[in-house]
């Protein structure tokens, strides 16, 4: 089992920034590709960003690309969520996530482990 933790979240105003960690413990045998997603109110859990399990390649949702970044360091078991101009669009929980596999995705139902979720809000 995989145990995910994140931190970071709050409230911003439009056009700052925010960092997300999500801290993993567990087995780490095996280091498995990770990915954040985000709920905002009455939507359904969407993809944001997903990173391979070496970190060498990432793939991004295009409403976010050119503004977040996704990152891991392995040696800290941490995951990362750089977001820089935040709009109000970028409102919701972000959820930390875990795969077995390696290989990225974007579908949530790929990922096996998932944290608590952090709560994101951009004012106007």
């Known amino acids: 089992q995989v145990q995910l933790v994140e931190s970071g979240g709050g409230l911003v105003q439009a056009g700052g920034s925010l960092r997300l960690s999500c801290a993993a413990s567990?087995?780490?045998?095996?280091?498995?590709?990770m990915g954040w997603f985000r709920q905002g109110p009455g939507k359904e859990r969407e993809f944001v960003a997903a990173?391979?399990?070496?970190?060498?390649?990432?793939y991004s949702a295009d409403s976010v690309k050119g503004r977040f970044t996704i990152s891991r360091d392995n040696a800290k078991n941490t995951l990362y969520l750089q977001m820089n101009s935040l709009k109000p669009a970028d409102t919701g929980v972000y959820y930390c996530?875990?795969?077995?596999?390696?290989?990225?995705?974007?579908?949530?139902?790929?990922?096996?482990?998932w944290g608590q979720g952090t709560q994101v809000t951009v004012s106007s």
């Open positions: 567990g087995r780490t045998f095996s280091r498995g590709a």
């Open positions: 990173i391979t399990g070496s970190g060498g390649s990432t």
């Open positions: 996530s875990s795969r077995r596999s390696t290989r990225l995705a974007t579908n949530p139902n790929a990922y096996d482990y």
